[in-house]
């Protein structure tokens, strides 16, 4: 029983009910309920709820869902034309994502840092040639598709990232390309 | 003997259990070659290089494909907890998973079945699972970055993406987000923070900081944290004391960092290569033949 203590332990204030969970807001009911279809049949775990008092646009429903998946979930959700007015953390309805970029030349190479994720090319080619930070698992999976591809050319994060890492390096990657 | 749980960025790799074995400029478990380019395979490529070099440990793995859909960690999470009460190992790091609350404390739990409590390291997506769960101080060690700093500091973060703006600051403010994070009970026992200079620390504070060799090119190379994790589960798995194994994975990192002689491009398989040379160098396990 080395760990009975765990069992006991109350939770810190520091971790709300459903911490990696996220709320998709919508116009209206009816996008709510098929949008609930979509992501069900999807396979997502999700549940109709009603909203907290932080969220004061949409409708009277919200649609609970993983939020590591957002980017994945928006994605279908584009898909079929139900884009949500916001999807937003249930630890915090009114935290926006990291909108900061720190940006660190080398001389022959640039680095663009959103939130965990980094992404770097060479200069001169405009070849990504390293991505780093992040921990959930597209985010190998992305290096693979990216890394020693042109900037220009390379698929976009966005199109075959699935988590939050992946929306992260989205970020870095539109940064870059404007920069570039 | 080291046993580290973790994903491959792979659709169609099954879900393995076994132990792992090193090969030129890669690993390989049950018949199957990974090449060592980041996340868990680099974790696992650099703990078999400190392994190789500190003596016989054994490295297993529990591994299972997944791109970022979540099925694969789930799948393990699953198996994780049917299994992991009949296993033991001296030490047992979790890696690249899917973040799942839910499933991250029904492994936890299975954990706490084992005969003996292995020292539970966590990286990557289930750090952030741990922290989001408000268990972090079930484990021994958390390896964050920078950014994973400033996410485990902020206690409403629910991922590093969501952190605070005004918590993202310059790693000179480390000491201080290592103190919120233990404020805020979202930090493991101890912590070994990745970065330009990587510190050490615990609920007391940060006990010991490294800086040299420096280059700054690391940073930019994707794998370099997880062969830190993996040399201290290495040296942890090999007996060292935490503080001792802490120290000395940071420095052996940043030398075999340094004798790659690298640049933003290269690849982190060049820096595992020197990882046996770079222990030897710190005075641990044999030179590698070649050495100089």
């Excluded at chain 1, 098929?34 to 992501?39: C, P, T, V, Y």
């Excluded at chain 1, 190479?109 to 990504?128: E, F, G, P, Q």
């Excluded at chain 2, 392994?51 to 699953?78: N, W």
């Excluded at chain 2, 491009?265 to 005075?283: K, N």
């Amino acid at each position: 029983m080395a760990f009975a203590w765990l069992k006991n332990k109350a939770k810190p204030a520091s971790a709300p009910k459903n911490a990696d969970k996220g709320l998709l807001v919508f116009d209206n009911t009816s996008e709510v309920i098929r949008a609930e279809g979509l992501l069900k049949r999807g396979g997502w775990s999700i549940r109709v709820m009603g909203p907290p008092p932080e969220i004061r646009t949409g409708c009277d429903l919200v649609i609970e869902f993983p939020l590591i998946e957002k980017l994945d979930i928006l994605r279908a959700l584009e898909e079929a034309k139900l884009t949500p007015l916001s999807a937003v953390p249930v630890s915090g309805p009114l935290l926006e994502p990291v909108n900061l970029f720190q940006v660190k030349d080398f001389g022959q190479h640039l680095m663009v840092r959103a939130a965990n994720m980094k992404l770097t090319i060479d200069k001169r080619s405009l070849i990504i040639v390293n991505i780093s930070g992040g921990g959930c698992p597209d985010v190998p999976y992305l290096a693979d598709q990216l890394v020693g591809k042109l900037l220009t050319e390379a698929p976009s994060p966005r199109r075959i990232g699935h988590t939050l890492c992946g929306y992260a390096l989205e970020l870095a990657y539109q940064e870059m390309r404007r920069r570039c | 003997m080291l046993t580290v749980v973790g994903t491959v960025p792979q659709v169609d790799f099954p879900l393995l259990e076994g132990v792992v074995s090193a090969e030129a400029g890669g690993i390989a478990i049950a018949g199957r070659r990974l090449e060592a380019k980041r996340g868990t395979p680099a974790l696992l490529a650099a703990a078999l290089a400190a392994a190789q070099a500190l003596g016989e440990i054994e490295v297993r793995a529990f591994l299972v494909g997944d791109v970022g859909l979540g099925d694969g960690s789930r799948k393990l999470y699953r198996h994780l907890t049917e299994v992991l009460p009949h296993r033991d190992c001296a030490v047992l790091t979790f890696h690249y998973l899917q973040p799942d609350v839910d499933w991250h404390n029904r492994v936890l739990f299975a954990v706490e079945e084992m005969a003996v409590r292995p020292l539970l390291v966590a990286d990557a997506g289930f750090m952030y699972a741990a922290k989001m769960s408000g268990q972090a101080g079930a484990y021994d060690l958390f390896t964050p970055d920078a950014g994973e700093l400033a996410f485990l500091a902020d206690e409403r973060a629910p991922h590093p993406f969501y952190t605070r703006g005004f918590i993202l600051q310059d790693e000179e403010g480390a000491p201080e987000l290592i103190a919120r994070a233990y404020l805020h009970d979202n930090a493991a026992r101890h912590l070994l923070v990745k970065g330009r200079v990587d510190r050490m620390a615990d609920q007391d504070g940060v006990w010991a900081s490294v800086s040299e060799p420096s280059h700054p090119a690391l940073e930019a190379i994707g794998g370099t944290g997880d062969t830190l994790t993996g040399m201290v589960s290495a040296l942890l798995a090999a007996g060292l004391e935490m503080r001792p194994a802490c120290l000395l994975a940071a420095k052996a990192n940043r030398l075999a960092g340094d004798l790659a002689q690298p640049d933003p491009a290269t690849q982190v398989a060049e820096i595992i290569a020197h990882i046996p040379r770079a222990l030897a160098a710190l005075g641990q396990g044999h030179r590698p033949a070649g050495g100089e």
